[in-house]
């Protein structure tokens, strides 16, 4: 087990800024998750801490020893790849046990530990088996085998799960947090997945554009998105964003959406924010948050903190127990998910309940959450 910390890392590609100032803190056992769209530098940041990869700014501290001129053998890191990277002509037991060998580790030590593994990740009877022989969760199991046996202070996931079938991904993501209870190792995690992010991660990192836009809870970055790129970036669908403005009106804050008339106006407290003028901002709601019925929203919202708005049903999309239904609002789109109980007449005017204990609200120019 082992801290890590990344202090102003930077990394560059000819003329292209990959990493751009990122600094991090991985407390030991943490599981981070680096969670952005293709391309926001999530792989090339993994790859500068196991050392594949060299930064031209910055350090990387593993225990508070730097390690940027470290060679990748010497960082004690594993890393499980995407491609799984297993020897073809080697059996599992071989792939496995091979850096261990390389090692130079007694071979006493080294049938104990591949016990071990094999036990824990319920692989004993594939251990005399060819890669090819083996189905894509079987290799993956074999992949994280490999990285274990060497008891490493750090380990390193590149999308292990990406090449895997929907249900053996869920399977799978399974087996990795039981990993991660049951070894309490510090892991870092890359995935553009947020399902895997927000089930795996102890933290999670959001990354756009070689920047990190916010370091946080899977909690938080949910409920309390630092700005429209992540509340846009996690969840499904995700969050609605209505044009509008706020005015302060005594201890209260008057949110007037675009194309609204005053009858139109939402009104809220929130402590937080400080307006002393008017302000065009987005006003952000989750679909969840959303409701058909004034006692659900009553019910939820326990101190009935709930507004209402006239909409007009346009679109339902039925997906098993839940369905999405799109409405229009003053000429914008808003969401909500509902049980697939509840009947709802489209082409139909009704009225919409919001949870105002849920709301967020992002500043129009700077997208950031005020």
């Known amino acids: 087990m082992a801290t890590l910390k990344i202090k102003n890392l930077e990394k560059s590609f000819k003329q292209t800024q990959v990493l751009k100032g990122i600094n991090l803190s991985v407390e030991d056992g943490d599981f981070l998750v680096l969670l ?11 790859n500068t801490i196991a050392g594949l990869e060299e930064s031209n700014e910055g350090e990387i ?3 508070n020893t730097k390690v940027n001129n470290i060679e990748p053998s010497e960082r004690d890191i594993a890393f499980v790849f995407q491609s799984y990277a297993l020897y073809p002509a080697m059996s ?23 016990n071990e593994i094999a036990d824990l990740l319920k692989i004993t009877e594939l251990l005399e088996r060819k890669p090819a022989q083996l189905s894509g969760g079987q290799r993956q199991r074999v992949a994280m085998g490999r990285a274990l046996v060497r008891d490493p202070k750090i380990f390193l996931f590149d999308e292990p799960l990406s090449n895997l079938d929907a ?13 991660h209870k049951n070894l309490k190792t510090t892991m870092i995690y890359v995935t553009h997945d947020q399902t895997e992010a927000m089930s795996l991660g102890t933290k999670i990192a959001i990354m756009n554009n070689g920047k990190i836009e916010q370091f946080d809870t899977p909690k938080n970055i949910y409920n309390k998105p630092k700005s429209i790129f992540v509340a846009d970036f996690v969840g499904s669908p995700s969050m609605n964003f209505l044009k509008g403005s706020i005015t302060p009106k005594n201890d209260m804050i008057s949110f007037l959406p675009e194309n609204g008339k005053e009858t139109d106006i939402i009104n809220f407290s929130n402590s937080k924010i400080e307006l002393t003028n008017t302000k065009d901002v987005f006003f952000g709601i989750r679909p969840e948050h959303i409701f058909l019925k004034k006692t659900h929203a009553a019910r939820v919202t326990k101190d ?5 708005i006239k909409v007009k049903a346009e679109l339902y999309e039925y997906i098993g127990h839940e369905q999405i239904i799109t409405f ?11 049980s697939s109980s509840i009947d709802v007449e489209i082409e139909k005017e009704m009225t919409l309940f919001i949870d105002l204990n849920n709301i967020s609200i992002f500043d129009k120019d700077t997208k950031v959450r005020i």
């Open 92 to 114: 599992v037991k071989e792939n496995i046990i091979f850096g261990l060998k390389q090692r130079k580790i007694s071979k006493e030590k080294i049938n104990q530990s591949l």
């Open 304 to 308: 009935e903190n709930f507004a209402e």
């Open 167 to 179: 249900k053996l991904r869920i399977e799978m993501r399974r087996e990795i947090k039981k990993l």
């Open 61 to 63: 501290l593993i225990d």
């Open 328 to 338: 229009s609002y003053l000429g914008q789109e808003v969401l909500g998910k509902f």
């Open 36 to 46: 952005g769209p293709s391309g926001c530098g999530k792989s090339t940041l993994l």
